[in-house]
């Protein structure tokens, strides 16, 4: 979800709940105010009934108020506490409950307690009000509610205008860019916070890239030239007259300098391919696979492994020509390594994947530790461990999808189109 609609998700609920809060105070007041206002009524027709019995006023002279019932208690009462009730009738003349309301009070007037009850006849709120507040409430809600999220979009759009541009800038970078990477100034004391420190690590990602590019540049160059001239000089000490023991000793040598050779050529290989440039020209797949197993069929042949495809032709995918070789090597040469005796290489293609099937043992470890750097069968000494993760960053920079199975005594690599 956008930052911008969490805050107006935010503004809404908020307003929904202020709203609440108001329109239960409003139904609350809406029910007790005519109550309280006709009992505070109801009090002060006891006081002017008081203060005219205080003046002299007998209790036949105040009979003329229809509201109001006076009584002596006697000179020996004990004070009482004034009394508020409500009582509930039905009245056959409105044909609806009332709500009859009475407020008795005790005053001692020249040493006599009087026992004054006045009471009023309240018509109560009935479903139809209540439904009319509960609709005004709701309107209301709505019309804020739209005004909120109308405002809320615009406000917050405004707002984060310079966050939304930092994360274009942010998505966009490129580290080989020679540009500078320079984020504009805002008004938001967070948000320069944010661009400074942005700043600060693509800068420093930037210098520890260009200086690791070129340790691995140098290195790659560096170690060429003594790798070629070591190999050099063991084939020409393997020309002379040598024991057994010493050819034995050379031989191993000769092998580990290949194999240190293939994995400066496979290192520098996925160091390219993190920064490689895809294309997006369509190339005959079937081509390029059928010319491949024609120039290892030889060998293949003299590992007496048996060889068979289903490739169709004319498959054209987005893929370079040059990696699409170096994958499919690298897939076939995984069959080759880890294949057994009289064992079988299965190559099928179509318009949706590449499937590679070869018989050989079960790996000792969890299939998705295949596609690591430098996993490996430790019985197989003649791997790098570095095959796999090459074919699998090959189809990550196409978005293509490599998976391996192990069913029933074979290898199953599958590259998903």
Known sequence: MRLINKYTISYVLTSFLVLSIGFTIIYVAVKRSPIQSTIGKLRNLNTYVTSELQKGQSIEDLKTFNYVSIYKLG???????EIISE???????????????????????NHQLYKIESRASLIEADNEY???????????????????????????????????????AITSFNIEDKERFKLEKTTTYEFNRLNAFLEKMVKKSKSDYLSLKELTENTSHELQTPIAVIKAKIELLM???????????????????????????????????????ITETPLNLSEVIENSLYSIHDLIEMREIRLYTAIEPHIYINFDKNLAEILFSNLINNALKHNQADGSIEVSLNSEKLVIKNTGKKPPFAPHLLFKRFKKDNQNTSSIGIGLAIVKKIADLY????????????????LQF
């Open 130 to 168: 209540l439904t009319g507040i509960f609709m005004v409430f709701a309107w209301t809600f709505i019309f804020l509610l739209s005004l909120v999220v109308l405002i809320s979009q615009l406000i917050s759009s405004r707002i984060l205008a310079p966050f939304y541009r930092t994360l274009s």
């Open 239 to 277: 020309q002379t007259d040598l024991n057994e023991y010493q050819l034995s000793e050379l031989s191993v040598m000769y092998n580990e300098l290949n194999r240190v050779s293939r994995l400066h050529h496979a290192l520098n290989l996925l160091t390219k391919l993190e920064h490689f440039e």
């Open 87 to 109: 009582q509930h009738q039905w009245n056959e003349q409105l044909r609806d409950s009332i709500n009859l309301i009475k407020v008795t009070s005790f005053p001692y007037i």
């Open 399 to 414: 978005s293509y999808k490599v998976n391996y199975e192990y069913i029933e005594g074979k290898h199953i690599l599958t």
């Open 75 to 81: 000179t020996d009462s004990l004070k009482i506490d």
